[in-house]
């Protein structure tokens, strides 16, 4: 069986790893259009416990499981520094798996060389850009004018994905959420917050998060609001003096040391709009083509689940892969993709909508924020009364690679 993965970022590579493991007899290509440390750009994620168990059931953890820092709980204040509550990140896992603030690099670059170490091609500087069917087979083409021919398409391309449109032209686009995303690591910058916990702030005007790592230093991040979509490009041309006097106007009335985090935070500053997708309508086309991660359901990055997301449906497709019966290839695959889909679709679709019900409580207005002070002790005091089990739905997802599938 020929596969061909298009997207190199998060899941793609995984995808390719976890075949792989499932013993699959197939040639594997991962193509990205971006070089490798294009691929790596970005701040630091939260990545949660459920993703590394699925790194853990392709025996793909090992370079990630002792990288960045442990996050075990997040506490919240208002924007006079009054304390909302705070709550453990989940309840512990019987793995003693735990969350980890990672910089994008360290997961994306450990994932990326971690595939190549076990000898799978990825392809850099090449873009996707259309298919067609052959046969029983996917012809794609791409902008250097070369072509690749294969059994499968998988769509790793993201929130954007090219794929996607060759499945149903006329797919969701990705919706705007009304925040920006801006922030970084601060080297030897100390805040007055215990180790393993991320504190949030929901200032009068804008979100603000601080988080100590072992290292003296400190994690954060920021949502200003931007109640409309900016266009694609314009948040580059932003120059890091303009987002300090920004920060610090929408920060004016708050206590706490936001206002020393925006002047000590190094250059660049880099800001990302924000986008869900709520509901792809479809995730593949019954023969040989098919969406995952992002590109299949973008997660706010409130959520901290996107990455997860990914890699959950990478090892559950490699799984419904392995199992699938059929005399050929494409009778399996066939069968394979629904299956996959069923297994996927309900969990990932609540993730978006919890994540866009997080970023819309940080984007609230005068009588919103009123409410939600009034509201968020209430249900942090509740999550901390169960010590986190409220959260397992999301973080003690676990994957039994070996078992099988039924179908
Ligand atoms: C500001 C911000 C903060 C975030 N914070 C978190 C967090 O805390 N926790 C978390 O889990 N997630 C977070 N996420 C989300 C997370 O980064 C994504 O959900 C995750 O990367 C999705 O993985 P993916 O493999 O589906 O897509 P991606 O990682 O986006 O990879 C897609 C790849 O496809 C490539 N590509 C696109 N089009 C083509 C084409 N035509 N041809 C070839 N290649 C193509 C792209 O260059 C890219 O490398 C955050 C996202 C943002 C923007």
């Excluded at 009304?178 to 970084?184: A, C, H, I, K, T």
């Excluded at 690591?185 to 805040?191: A, D, E, I, N, T």
């Excluded at 266009?231 to 987002?243: C, P, T, V």
Aim: proline share 7%.
């Amino acid at each position: 069986m020929k596969v061909l993965i298009i997207g190199g970022g998060v899941g793609g590579p995984v995808l390719a790893l976890a075949l792989a493991r499932a013993g699959l007899d197939a040639e594997v290509e991962v193509v990205e259009a971006r070089t490798p440390s294009e691929v790596e750009e970005g701040s630091w994620i939260t990545f949660q416990a459920n993703g590394m168990d699925a790194l853990r059931a392709i025996d793909a953890a090992g370079p990630l499981e002792e990288q960045g820092y442990p996050v075990e709980t997040i506490s919240f204040v208002n924007g006079r520094g009054r304390s909302l509550g705070s709550m453990p990140l989940a309840a512990s896992r019987p793995d003693r798996l735990t969350s980890r603030m990672l910089a994008r690099r360290t997961l994306a670059g450990g994932i990326g060389q971690l595939a190549r170490d076990r000898g799978i091609t990825l392809t850099h500087g090449v873009r996707f850009v259309s298919a067609r069917y052959e046969g029983s087979q996917v012809v794609a083409t791409f902008n250097d004018g070369s072509e690749r021919r294969a059994d499968l398409l998988v769509g790793a391309d993201g929130i954007w994905s090219r794929v996607r449109t060759f499945i149903d032209p006329s797919a969701a686009r990705p919706r705007y959420v009304p925040v920006l995303n801006v922030g970084g690591h601060l080297p030897g910058f100390r805040v007055d917050v215990p180790q393993g916990e991320f504190r949030m702030q929901f200032g009068t005007r804008c979100f603000f998060a601080w988080m100590p790592t072992p290292d003296g230093g400190t994690v954060w991040f920021a949502n200003p609001p931007h109640p409309g979509e900016p266009e694609r490009g314009s948040l580059e041309r932003i120059s890091d003096a303009s987002w300090r006097s920004t920060l610090h106007t929408l920060m004016a009335q708050d206590h706490g040391p936001a206002h020393d985090i925006i002047d000590a935070a190094p250059e660049p500053l880099r800001a990302w709009a924000t986008y869900d997708l709520p509901t792809v309508r479809r995730w593949h086309d019954s023969r040989a083509a098919v969406l995952l991660g992002d590109a299949a359901h973008a997660v706010a990055p409130s959520a901290g689940q996107g990455a997860s997301m990914a890699l959950e449906d990478a090892v559950t497709l490699a799984r419904c892969l392995r199992d699938a019966p059929g005399a050929t290839d494409s009778a399996r695959i066939a069968a394979a993709l629904p299956r996959y889909e069923a297994l996927r679709r309900a969990r990932t679709e609540k993730i978006v909508a919890y994540g866009h019900r997080s970023s819309n409580s940080k984007a609230a207005g005068p009588l919103g924020r009123v409410v939600r002070d009034a509201i968020l002790p209430l249900m942090f005091a509740r999550a901390a009364r169960d010590g986190g089990k409220s959260m397992m739905w999301l973080q003690g997802h676990h994957v039994e690679f070996d078992a099988p599938v039924e179908f």
